[in-house]
């Protein structure tokens, strides 16, 4: 009974921290240009334009969604996850938008120490 | 092992699919009557004569004039421009924390917001004109007023 308990909680820590993830990623995707000035300093000046990354990003954030809500790779994907919003909020500051990611970034790490829970391809694919 | 690298190849095919389809709907124009709405790179603009003319064009660059731009300089419409970068801040107004009046005054305004704010919160909050405002685009501004 617990443990059913305690796999719908990672299920809904999943899909909701997924659900982020394809709402920015489908804002990044449709407008850049309103998302292109949030781009570090260190990140421009390559080959890719500031829309561009911005795009890239997006297609990274969706791609990583994607991994979490079907459960495939969940420790791989949240870890990396986590990370990338570590950077968001270290890159952003102390504003509200930096402490918000800072947040989520801590709720992906949790998913990063949690685990699989049964409902993940992870664990469905292991049984096969 | 062999199933977990499909469904990965799937997914990634898949947020590739969704990203052009993104891509495809972010680059439609909304027109209507005779004003030009922004959207993504790409300027439209059309006439209303009963829809007889229509003109399409691709601009590298947008231009305001400052005249334009001070038209939006009240309460109701601020607009205010920092580096090139339009943003609407109407809706931030009454939520500054030095109160709305501080800001008043450069609504509408380029150069002069742009010296007040860097005066008042240096350069490391530029940041947040993004997350306070609705970015109109990144303009070349033009003209005198």
Redesign the interface.
Known sequence: MQNEKDDTAKLILRCSIAFVFFYFA?QQ???P??????IPEFAKGGFLSA?NLV?LN??FE??FG??LI?G??LRFASFILSIHLIIISIT??F???GIRDFGLAFATFTLFLLGPDKYC??NK?KK? | MNKKILYLFLIIVVSIALTAFLRLQGDKLIVSDDKIVLQGDSVKTEQNSEGKESNEQNQETNKITKEELFKHNSMQDCWISYDGKVYDITSFLPNHPGTPQKILPYCGTSDEFQKAFTKQHGTSKIKTLITVGVLMGDFDIVGEI
């Open positions: 489908t995707i449709t407008s240009d309103s998302w292109a000035s949030l829309n795009i997006g297609v969706l791609t994607l991994l079907s495939l790779y952003m500051g504003t509200p938008t391809l992870d694919l096969n």
